[in-house]
């Protein structure tokens, strides 16, 4: 079953939400009811929940998370020792770039609140407070609209899985919550810093080129990036981190 499309709001207190501050927080047109406890928001066609807790978030999640982050680690350490969560929920399990934005639009209109950070539990991927607030530039946000492999390894996740051999597998993650697939490459040499990005580059085209062209890629094909030419395959080890609807891509 599809993990739901949320996000971990982390603070340093037990947060008060709070409808009309979140509403002005979201702008012209957003509808935001409930409690101090859970807030149901409706903004741009979006339909979404905001759910308070007094204890932080669930612990054992967040170890396994935080180490993929790309962040410092005293930011990931600020993050690790936050006191409460918000919970940030959109009632769509594959909200598309829209519902992707109003996720993070949402979390950063609780900023009023002594919020340290964000976890997205489906991406891997975790930002401090100011990073989410540099994701809400227009322009950031226009070109998400226009193509989600824009937020690789900000709000969809770029992750590494080193193996015992030295190898390492570089995937991405969350891709599903646009309605595309995750994407894996073997890295033989462990993955130096020049692979990272070159890796990156092209998870980036092929996410952009599955958006664009509105087909889903699937095992067999070839993908012709101008540059180089890829095969895609199915996982073939590492399936269960991985993940089965994972497409492996290799030089063809």
Request: charged letters at 20%; proline letters at 7%.
């Amino acid at each position: 079953m599809p993990e739901p499309a949320a996000l971990w709001v982390l603070f340093d207190r037990e947060p008060q939400l709070d409808a009309r501050s979140l509403a002005r927080a979201l702008g012209p047109g957003a509808l935001v009811e409930g409690t101090d406890a859970v807030l149901h928001v409706r903004a741009r066609g979006q339909a979404l929940r905001v759910i308070a807790s007094g204890a932080p978030a669930p612990p054992d999640a967040v170890e396994r998370l935080l180490p993929a982050a790309h962040l410092r680690d005293d930011q990931k350490r600020t993050l690790a020792e936050h006191a409460a969560h918000v919970l940030v929920v959109h009632e769509n399990e594959e909200p598309g770039p829209e519902g992707l934005v109003a996720l993070y639009e949402t979390a950063w209109g609780l900023r009023a609140e002594a919020m340290l950070g964000v976890i997205n539990p489906v991406t891997w991927m975790s930002l401090t407070r100011e990073m989410l607030g540099k994701t809400m530039d227009p322009e950031f946000v226009a070109a998400v609209r226009a193509s989600p492999a824009e937020c690789l390894a900000l709000w969809l996740g770029f992750v590494t899985f080193f193996k015992p051999d030295g190898a390492a597998w570089l995937a991405t993650r969350g891709a599903a919550l646009v309605g595309l697939a995750d994407l894996a490459w073997l890295a033989y040499g462990g993955g130096s810093h020049e692979e990272h990005d070159d890796v990156f580059g092209m998870f980036g085209s092929v996410l952009d080129y599955m958006h664009t062209c509105g087909e889903p890629l699937v095992v067999g094909d070839v993908v012709d990036l101008g540059t180089r030419e890829l095969k895609v395959r199915a996982p073939y080890e590492y399936v269960e981190t991985l993940g089965e609807a994972t497409l492996v891509i290799e030089p063809r």
